[in-house]
């Protein structure tokens, strides 16, 4: 069965250094979403990406963070300057299409610690 | 704006206990609502969802009815298993929207 791949599962960072975190989507999906989940919060929405542009994104998905989809099949998540309260588990999630009968597919999610 | 609040855990039960988790909403409208599950080490997988109100969602033995006037969608299970052991995320989403909101997660235990 198709499923969302992320690596890694786990990356540790220092404080102000830049993060790439990658997705592999469901290969015949056009929508693409990263959210995120603070230990002990709720799971957030970071951004959504359709047609090679986002299309919504959240207040949290500020200047330091980009997203990108380099090549036919990743898509990435790119913190540029990471803060100790970035530190969360990163979900990438794909849908075919949207609207009332979609379905977003989650990956296991990247855990990123900044130290 | 549109929230999701759902019961704290963790919930430990006995197998073939019965499981329920409270999830209620706040939102304008008519949201479709859904249940995520995550196994340890896997990603959020839908459960069940319900696009309007009074419909029931089930799959796997779990089952949550739309209430649109007590705005909620909880969480049943007859008989739970040592498999149903998870982590239970209540979600929703508008019709207009990319964006699902989630309820902070109810992490559920079963015991042999």
């Known amino acids: 069965e198709p499923e969302v791949t992320q690596t890694p599962s786990h990356q540790v960072t220092q404080m102000g250094q830049e993060v790439i975190l990658r997705c592999v989507p469901i290969?015949?999906?056009?929508?693409f979403y990263w959210y995120r989940q603070i230990l002990g919060q709720k799971v957030e929405f970071l951004v959504s990406f359709y047609n090679n542009e986002i299309s919504e994104k959240s207040e949290i998905f500020d200047d330091q963070f980009s997203v990108e989809r380099p090549d036919g099949s990743n898509f990435t998540l790119k913190i540029r300057s990471t803060k100790l309260e970035d530190s969360a588990m990163y979900f990438c999630?794909?849908?075919?299409?949207?609207?009332?009968?979609?379905?977003?597919?989650f990956g296991p999610g990247t855990r990123l610690t900044v130290l | 704006g549109d929230s999701v609040t759902q019961m704290e855990g963790p919930v430990t039960l006995s197998e073939e206990a019965f499981l329920t988790i409270n999830c209620t909403y706040t939102?304008?409208?008519?949201?479709?609502l859904f249940w995520y599950v995550q196994y340890p080490g896997e990603g959020l997988q839908l459960l069940l969802k319900a696009t309007k109100a009074d419909d029931k969602g089930s799959n796997k033995g779990f089952e949550a009815t739309y209430r649109k006037e007590t705005t909620s969608f909880h969480l049943e299970k007859g008989s739970v298993q040592v498999s149903d052991s998870a982590v239970y995320f209540c979600a929703l989403r508008q019709s207009n929207d990319y964006k699902l909101s989630f309820g902070a997660g109810t992490t559920v235990t079963v015991r042999a």
């Open positions: 999630a794909s849908s075919e299409i949207r609207g009332t009968h979609d379905e977003q597919f």
């Open positions: 290969s015949n999906h056009l929508y």
């Open positions: 939102a304008t409208g008519y949201p479709s």
